[in-house]
């Protein structure tokens, strides 16, 4: 079992500035202006959940933005993906949602993930692993339904 | 009361430990855990079937619980006392065998705005089978249930009214005799959900007067996967069997079979005798210490945590505002740090609480909260556990900073 100090340090690892400022000034946040997908993921532990929409044209997803409620991690996880995907295509997209999931899963932060390494703190934290999640399935969702 | 921590191996092994979730499963004192061990290394074989004199011992064992479980909870005829797998399943056999035979199109089920989905999705589910209404009663200003309104609920076709005894996820204790007046004045049954009060309260089955009282051992100091139900003879004769199979039969013929005798017509299967013996250990233990010295130490708690977590600013208390009005159970939201992220914070400073809708989802929408942190005690907490939980309610602040939102 870790010990107090290692999970105290994991813990300054999980909420870094980086996560607790997108979490106050999450970006994109809102409706954004043409939506050819949409999918809402609700998580029925916390009752949090997380709207994605996206518009893609030339097969690349020239727009997304998020609505919903929840914790500081699905917040910050949604604000920094809907960074992320703009102006990437839909296997690009799945490649960074494997490496995503690796660095959930323990593994080493991917540099395509950018701003989204900042997450690699949840790993050490397995009962809030969804919440990075959550954002990630509606967007699943919301590539599903499109097109 | 004592310090009962050394009692329980768990804690004592864990010093830095602060465990605040006992509303969902209490920690278990080195007595119960001695005697499933002993069950087994001196009485183990499936009762009621063998001749010879260990079958007997593991038979003794298993209605010595009954009866000492029965005398607990304040019931005179222990073999009115089923055992089952918990208060839920407690509640699907009344559903099922009751229910089924006494609810009818048109007829009417009652339960309370406070329920836990156990006893009120259970009843939701009946009433949609069968075609009777299902109606909820509310809750005042204050947060208690509003027994006017459910007095005008209790119509003359209404033929269940299901309560806790106390709310899972507020702590509020409802006035159980005034509910039961209120059901048999109208001719229906009163059933009460006793998950959260046997563990806490006196219990008094026969005075009470309800008709069915169910608990979970998990919650009072027992071995999960043991729990059970009381009703009143005349229900339990009056109903079907819930479960088929060995030990609730008495002939079975080619084309029919004759049911046992109480208990054992609801106790279809080789039964929990680890958990049952668990359990009896779990009540002698309760015993000993006094539940009326297990109900005053729990007030003694709720009194300091409303005043040290009622000084944190931002922090909103759900429910009651007086310790007398509670069972030992907070809940609570601090500013808009949502719960799951205080969780975390709190988990990483040791201190175990639970996060989330409690399994009470219709209750958390009338409240307009997605979600609360939940602290609650029992016998081997201490004032010293609720100072660790406000030091770190405002660790967890200080990170977030009080500012945001």
């Known amino acids: 079992m870790p010990t107090t100090a290692d999970r105290g340090a994991g813990l300054s690892a999980l909420y870094q500035e980086r996560i607790l400022e997108h979490y106050r000034?999450?970006?994109?946040?809102?409706?954004?202006?043409?939506?050819?997908?949409?999918?809402?993921?609700?998580?029925?532990?916390?009752?949090?959940?997380?709207?994605?929409?996206?518009?893609?044209?030339?097969?690349?997803?020239?727009?997304?933005?998020?609505?919903?409620?929840?914790?500081?991690?699905?917040?910050?996880?949604?604000?920094?993906?809907?960074?992320?995907?703009?102006?990437?295509?839909?296997?690009?997209?799945?490649?960074?949602?494997?490496?995503?999931?690796?660095?959930?899963?323990?593994?080493?932060?991917?540099?395509?993930?950018?701003?989204?390494?900042?997450?690699?703190?949840?790993?050490?934290?397995?009962?809030?692993?969804?919440?990075?999640?959550?954002?990630?399935?509606?967007?699943?969702?919301?590539?599903?339904?499109?097109? | 009361m004592r310090d009962v921590r050394s009692d329980f191996p768990l804690l004592a092994a864990n010093p830095g430990l602060t465990y605040l979730d006992s509303a969902a499963t209490s920690q278990k004192p080195r007595a119960v855990l001695d005697a499933i061990v002993r069950y087994y290394e001196t009485a183990n074989a499936n009762p009621h079937r063998g001749a010879y004199k260990l079958s007997g011992a593991a038979?003794?064992?298993?209605?010595?619980?009954?009866?000492?479980?029965?005398?607990?909870?304040?019931?005179?005829?222990?073999?009115?006392?089923?055992?089952?797998?918990?208060?839920?399943?407690?509640?699907?056999?009344?559903?099922?065998?009751?229910?089924?035979?006494?609810?009818?199109?048109?007829?009417?089920?009652?339960?309370?705005?406070?329920?836990?989905?156990?006893?009120?999705?259970?009843?939701?589910?009946?009433?949609?089978?069968?075609?009777?209404?299902?109606?909820?009663?509310?809750?005042?200003?204050?947060?208690?249930?509003?027994?006017?309104?459910?007095?005008?609920?209790?119509?003359?076709?209404?033929?269940v009214v299901a309560f806790g005894h106390v709310s899972n996820a507020l702590g509020t204790i409802n006035d159980v005799p005034q509910i039961v007046r209120i059901a048999h004045a109208a001719g229906a049954m009163a059933f009460c959900d006793g998950a959260q009060g046997a563990p806490h309260l006196r219990v008094g089955f026969d005075a009470l007067g309800v008709d069915a009282y169910s608990f979970s051992g998990h919650k009072m100091l027992g071995p999960m996967g043991i729990g059970g139900v009381i009703v009143s003879r005349r229900l339990l004769d009056a109903m079907p069997p819930y479960q088929f199979g060995g030990d609730m039969i008495e002939f079975v013929f080619d084309g029919d079979t004759t049911w046992n005798v109480l208990p054992h017509k609801f106790e279809a299967g080789t039964p929990n005798v680890e958990g049952a013996v668990g359990l009896e250990a779990a009540v002698r233990y309760l015993d000993a210490l006094g539940m009326d010295a297990v109900r005053a130490h729990e007030m003694d708690l709720s009194r300091h945590a409303l005043r040290v977590l009622g000084g944190i600013e931002g922090l909103v208390i759900q429910g009651a505002t007086t310790a007398e009005a509670r069972s030992g159970v907070v809940s609570f939201t601090l500013g808009d740090i949502h719960p799951h992220d205080l969780s975390t914070m709190l988990d990483v400073d040791g201190v175990c609480v639970r996060a989330g809708h409690h399994c009470a989802q219709p209750l958390m929408r009338a409240l307009k909260v997605a979600s609360t942190v939940r602290a609650s005690f029992y016998v081997y907490n201490t004032t010293a556990d609720v100072d660790a939980l406000a030091a770190s309610l405002r660790k967890a602040q200080e990170r977030f900073g009080a500012h945001h939102g």
Request: charged share 25%; net charge neutral.
């Open chain 1, 25 to 147: 000034k999450p970006r994109h946040k809102g409706a954004i202006e043409r939506v050819t997908g949409v999918h809402t993921v609700k998580n029925p532990l916390c009752g949090d959940d997380v709207t994605v929409a996206v518009c893609e044209t030339d097969g690349v997803v020239a727009d997304a933005g998020f609505t919903g409620t929840g914790c500081s991690i699905t917040q910050a996880s949604a604000s920094m993906l809907m960074e992320l995907v703009r102006g990437r295509t839909r296997r690009e997209i799945e490649a960074l949602q494997r490496a995503f999931d690796a660095m959930l899963a323990g593994g080493e932060a991917d540099d395509s993930l950018g701003e989204m390494r900042a997450l690699s703190g949840v790993a050490a934290f397995k009962a809030r692993h969804k919440c990075a999640r959550l954002p990630w399935q509606a967007l699943e969702g919301a590539l599903g339904r499109a097109g």
């Open chain 2, 59 to 159: 038979t003794d064992a298993y209605h010595g619980a009954r009866a000492t479980i029965a005398r607990f909870l304040g019931a005179a005829d222990a073999d009115t006392l089923i055992f089952t797998r918990g208060t839920t399943e407690s509640i699907n056999l009344l559903a099922t065998a009751w229910g089924h035979s006494h609810v009818h199109r048109g007829d009417r089920i009652v339960v309370t705005r406070l329920e836990h989905h156990a006893n009120f999705v259970t009843w939701q589910q009946l009433a949609r089978a069968v075609g009777a209404e299902f109606r909820i009663c509310e809750l005042t200003e204050s947060g208690d249930l509003d027994l006017d309104q459910l007095r005008a609920l209790v119509t003359a076709n209404t033929k």
